[in-house]
């Protein structure tokens, strides 16, 4: 019996130091001070604020992309006043760092100056209306989309492809060649590529005249990763890497059901067709005419893929993929 007792009272023992220990742990005292969000200076708050609207702020780098950019070393206020200047200049591909950014009232719409520093011993003050058209981040990512979104690009662009895809369907009806759209092969991931890159450049420009402050910040903040921005820009980095899968899928394909000369001869032909999708519909929809031009070359591009270029039969004899009952161009049986 006093076993019995001595067993119930460490029992009781363990069970308090339990108690005590669980309670104990789930006790939480609220800090008085929140050190995970610390209060913020005026000035902090303010940079903030500019970084949020502008997408940059100090210590952001950029790359020169004009042949020159000039720097003046006086301070904003003096340069309002309407003192003698003292200007230097910085040369293209030139890389500088945001030094300081100060909002000037009296200079009017063109408030924003900034501080570029290229080394410890060169540096000056520029405004932001003649910084912006010169400079692109320093980030390859930025620099492709600089690159593609210049207007003179654009225009040699579109002369070269028309060129380029005259030469190309002269070559191909002389060679009764293969050619996307027109005389494809048995294969949906050409029509698919073609349509995906025009789907991807109408999505590329509705971003640009809808959401144009979220494509500003993606321009200033590059990333590959669809699952670390927006929703928005997710679907459209979606597209860029389906592209690139669909890319190397077409390119295996045609790689197994075209000669060597004739498989180069139609990937020169794709490629002339997507970069001809990629002007005019990247260029179209920022004057919407895009969005029922697509609906309309989707339908086309399937339809006819579905038509007249897809094998719905096999030859019973050879086992050659056959488009239509009858005899086999491989092998001359007759099929009913």
């Not at 590329?204 to 927006?230: C, E, G, K, M």
């Amino acid at each position: 019996m006093q076993n019995d007792m001595k067993k119930l009272l460490k029992l009781n023992l363990w069970v308090l130091v339990v108690l005590l220990v669980g309670f104990s742990g789930c006790y939480h005292q609220q800090p008085k001070n929140n050190e995970g969000t610390p209060e913020l200076t005026a000035e902090q708050l303010d940079s903030l604020s500019f970084s949020a609207s502008h997408h940059y702020s100090n210590n952001y780098n950029f790359v020169v992309k004009a042949d020159s950019l000039p720097l003046i070393r006086q301070q904003p206020e003096e340069v309002v006043s309407g003192v003698a200047l003292d200007t230097l200049y910085v040369m293209h591909n030139n890389h500088l760092v945001v030094a300081d950014i100060r909002i000037v009232p009296a200079s009017g719409e063109d408030s924003v100056w900034v501080q570029l520093a290229r080394d410890q011993s060169t540096f000056g003050w520029i405004n932001e209306t003649q910084l912006l058209p010169n400079v692109v981040p320093d980030d390859p990512i930025s620099q492709f989309i600089s690159t593609f979104s210049d207007v003179h690009l654009l225009i040699f662009l579109v002369v070269i492809c028309v060129i380029g895809m005259l030469y190309l369907a002269l070559k191909i009806v002389r060679a009764n060649a293969f050619l996307v759209h027109v005389r494809d092969i048995d294969s949906f991931y050409p029509t698919l590529l073609a349509l995906l890159v025009a789907a991807s450049a109408t999505f590329y420009a509705s971003i640009q005249l809808f959401a144009a402050d979220t494509w500003r910040h993606f321009y200033y903040h590059p990333t590959l990763n669809p699952f670390s921005v927006p929703p928005l820009l997710s679907f459209f980095l979606a597209s860029v890497w389906a592209i690139l899968i669909i890319g190397l899928a077409t390119i295996d394909d045609i790689r197994h059901k075209l000669p060597f000369s004739d498989a180069m001869l139609y990937l020169c032909g794709l490629a002339g067709v997507c970069a001809v999708n990629y002007i005019v519909f990247s260029i179209s929809t920022l004057y919407y005419v895009g969005y029922p031009l697509l609906l309309v070359y989707g339908y086309w591009a399937v339809s006819r893929h579905m038509a007249y270029n897809r094998s719905r039969y096999i030859c019973g004899n050879c086992g050659v993929a056959m488009h239509s009952k009858g005899r086999c161009p491989h092998c001359g049986s007759f099929n009913q």
